[in-house]
């Protein structure tokens, strides 16, 4: 079992910064990449960013890519991400998320059902 704890969310204006952290516990060894995702009142969860473990590739929806920018901590089993010039629109609770198994496709990182743990959420509103 991972155990995933997110916090960081909060108010902010538009045009502001948030920096989201995941802590993880638990079977850490087992997690090979975590992720970021959100949702929206009224809207289905989507992808916003995510990283492997080892070596860091990084993966990134068209939406958060020059404005947002995921990183870990090996040492602290922590994820973070880091977000600038927030829009209202995303405005969302944010989930991390560890995926436990090897994939091979760029598509699969994108894909929530690939993740096999997930946190509680956090909520972030963007003020206009």
């Known amino acids: 079992q991972v155990q995933l704890v997110e916090s960081g969310g909060g108010l902010v204006q538009a045009g502001g910064s948030l920096r989201l952290s995941c802590a993880a516990s638990?079977?850490?060894?087992?997690?090979?990449?975590m992720g970021w995702f959100r949702q929206a009142p009224g809207k289905e969860r989507e992808f916003v960013a995510a990283?492997?473990?080892?070596?860091?590739?990084?993966y990134y929806a068209e939406s958060a890519k020059g404005r947002f920018a995921i990183s870990r901590d090996g040492a602290k089993n922590t994820v973070y991400l880091q977000m600038s010039s927030l829009k209202p629109e995303d405005t969302a609770v944010y989930y991390c998320a560890a995926m436990t198994r090897i994939y091979y496709r760029d598509s699969d990182y994108y894909t929530g059902a690939r993740y096999d743990y997930w946190g509680q959420g956090t909520q972030v509103t963007v003020s206009s």
């Open positions: 638990g079977r850490t060894f087992s997690s090979h990449a």
């Open positions: 990283i492997r473990w080892s070596g860091g590739r990084t």
